[in-house]
């Protein structure tokens, strides 16, 4: 990869920011020009060559999103990167959503994943330019060709990875006339290897097809114990004929979350191969994508101190939750609480004792909830619990047990506290009984817990009683 054949533009208000991407990427071996705002850098992307632009969110003329969103219009192989700061998660995920490549968070830890991240847009921009190349080249010869292009820009349409995978079985039954295709994936949970079948799966058809591991711990291991092709169409209940078959693993860094198996009617081509290994390797892509944006969307719905559910994502999960309840006529239990007298241990011991003992807590309750139910940093030192298909007693069996290990537990510096312990008070509400809304329902569990905490803390306390 030649690095100086590709030009990168910084788009940034901040001069000293703008100095050290220019000195990082020029000393990575990149061609670097800049950019003092939105539309500057627009007017720049019209009149010279760029392959790729590193964008502020926040910037005069126009911010970081706009930018984006013209820069597609005008040049959509044009490769964006988005720069904000940790508490502007959510606009990073709007802005991949709207084409943007990846994202940097700001402040830099190190100031290499700026190479790193640029190194891996433009081996992105290597590989389309090279599928383009061959298709250019190619197009009233190859059919061949032509559909692998067109499978791979299928694949771009999607952040779903169950999508991406289904849509794979699909592409490379095409890619590879005369096959079916299933996709193995290794189901913890069960300990069983689950197909997804391509639509021209006809032949020993299976509605749910599951082999038993055996032994195995992957599902690369599996298939190497199936020490022959007879075998392996045998167990997939394939007649042994003309088919042969190709296995393709799906590998991620050092992970094998999965593998193709590729039943096709006669011999295997060099050209055949070639196309499966090259689509495969633009799938990787693809999935290795699906998998930051899963890990981003999980960033913007947790608490960054606790690791439990921010209180967006409580209020919006209650109301679904609700809505089902109704629907199927199930009771659910609202459990909610605070730290007693956490002020006081603030000010004795200092805030990041503070946040230690918040985390601390949250892993507490983390630990002790089934995993239908959701729980929730509702704010502060206040936590909240969605007991899934629970009356309010059953609730309350749940919520002591989690005040008693909360009490008996050895948090540093608790002899600070009154009693030389952590407590919480509690309060418990259920739905429909104490309140037919979302709104109703937690009113009822806040005051209840005011009357945990008028008499005398450390205990729960239920609506209706």
Not at 276 to 294: C, D, P, S
Not at 447 to 459: C, D, E, H, I, W
Request: proline fraction near 2%; glycine fraction near 6%; charged fraction near 30%.
């Amino acid at each position: 990869m030649n690095k100086h054949s590709y030009r990168v533009l910084v788009a940034d208000d901040e001069e000293s920011l703008r100095g050290i991407i220019k000195e990082v990427l020029t000393d990575g071996g990149y061609e670097v020009e800049c950019a003092t705002n939105g539309k500057e850098a627009l007017e720049m992307v019209k009149t010279k060559s760029f392959q790729v632009v590193i964008s502020d969110i926040r910037m005069p003329e126009l911010n970081g999103i706009e930018l984006l969103e013209k820069i597609k219009a005008y040049n959509s192989e044009i490769q964006v990167v988005i720069m904000t700061s940790h508490g502007s998660l959510d606009t990073a995920i709007k802005a991949i959503r709207l084409g943007a490549y990846d994202y940097l968070t700001k402040p830099f830890e190190d100031l290499d994943v700026i190479t790193t991240v640029i190194n891996r847009t433009v081996e992105k921009l290597r590989l389309e330019m090279e599928v383009k190349r061959l298709v250019d080249e190619l197009k009233h010869r190859n059919e061949e060709v032509e559909a692998l292009y067109d499978c791979t820009s299928q694949l771009t349409t999607t952040l779903d990875i169950d999508e991406i995978l289904s849509k794979a079985t699909t592409h490379l039954a095409r890619l590879s006339p005369n096959s079916q295709v299933i996709y193995f994936t290794n189901d913890v949970e069960k300990f069983v290897l689950t197909g997804k079948k391509s639509e021209g799966w006809k032949e020993g058809k299976i509605e749910d097809l599951r082999f038993e591991l055996k032994g195995a711990k992957s599902v690369a291991n599996y298939f190497k114990l199936i020490d022959s092709d007879t075998e392996l169409k045998k167990r997939m209940g394939l007649s042994s004929g003309s088919q042969q078959s190709l296995l393709v693993p799906l590998t991620t860094g050092e992970n094998t979350p999965g593998v193709f198996a590729i039943i096709k009617e006669g011999e295997w081509s060099l050209q055949d191969r070639a196309l499966v290994t090259q689509y495969i390797g633009n799938l990787i892509t693809q999935y290795e994508k699906a998998e930051l944006h899963e890990q981003v969307t999980a960033l913007a719905i947790r608490d960054g101190l606790t690791g439990l559910f921010n209180h967006r994502y409580f209020q919006n999960t209650l109301q679904t939750e609700l809505e089902r309840s109704k629907r199927f006529k199930n009771k659910l239990s609202l459990i909610l609480f605070d730290i007693d007298h956490f002020k006081k241990y603030n000010d004795a011991n200092g805030h990041p004792m503070g946040d230690y003992l918040l985390k601390e807590v949250g892993e507490i309750i983390s630990s002790m909830l089934r995993k239908i139910d959701v729980a929730a940093r509702y704010g502060g030192e206040e936590f909240v619990i969605i007991a899934m298909e629970t009356e309010r007693q059953g609730a309350k069996i749940l919520a002591d047990r989690i005040r008693e290990k909360i009490a008996s537990y050895p948090f540093q510096k608790r002899e600070s506290q009154p009693d030389k312990i952590v407590s919480i008070s509690v309060g418990v509400a259920e739905f429909p009984t104490d309140g037919d809304t979302k709104a109703k329902l937690i009113e009822a569990a806040d005051k209840v817990l005011y009357k945990a905490k008028k008499g005398g803390r450390n205990r729960v306390e239920l609506a209706g009683s």
